[in-house]
């Protein structure tokens, strides 16, 4: 499945984005993940019908972005996958807490560690406050009423 987006960031400025969900990231004998998004900017992946979806970092860049959907899973993945993908260097991951109706952002600082974030690097100039603010509409209109 491919996910489309898009935000406005001045009344005349607006970044159109494309994510994808559960590919399988691997750094081959060493780490591998499927993550429920993915965001890589331009030269988006392109599989064959029947073919896996698979990114190998040996072969590939870095994706600009990772997020996991956390509903039950959240400890797993502010611990865990965290840890995961601060090893495979991916410069922003995202949790996204369901039930706490908040997104958590963090980027890769220099020192190799995540710093929790404001504001996205890799969708430049998107407020993780206007995330949250979109979660919490979900909740209250439905989901065409509830954009970025």
């Not at 004998?29 to 599989?47: C, H, M, Q």
């Not at 840890?83 to 190799?112: M, N």
């Not at 430049?124 to 206007?130: D, F, T």
Request: proline fraction near 3%; hydrophobic fraction near 40%.
């Amino acid at each position: 499945m491919l996910f489309v987006f898009g935000f406005t960031r001045q009344a005349d400025e607006t970044q159109t984005f494309k994510c994808l969900d559960r590919c399988l990231l691997e750094k081959p004998k060493t780490r591998s993940a499927v993550t429920d998004l993915l965001y890589v900017g331009e030269n988006i992946p392109f599989w064959k019908e029947g073919e896996p979806r698979k990114i190998n970092l040996d072969d590939w860049r870095v994706p600009d972005l990772v997020g996991e959907v956390a509903d039950t899973t959240i400890a797993t993945d502010l611990d865990e996958k965290k840890q995961l993908y601060v090893a495979l260097k991916i410069p922003e991951y995202w949790v996204i807490d369901v039930r706490g109706k908040r997104v958590l952002a963090f980027r890769l600082g220099e020192i190799g560690k995540y710093q929790e974030c404001d504001v996205s690097g890799a969708l430049e100039g998107l407020e993780i406050a206007l995330l949250n603010e979109t979660l919490g509409c979900l909740s209250e209109r439905d989901h065409g009423s509830a954009s970025l």
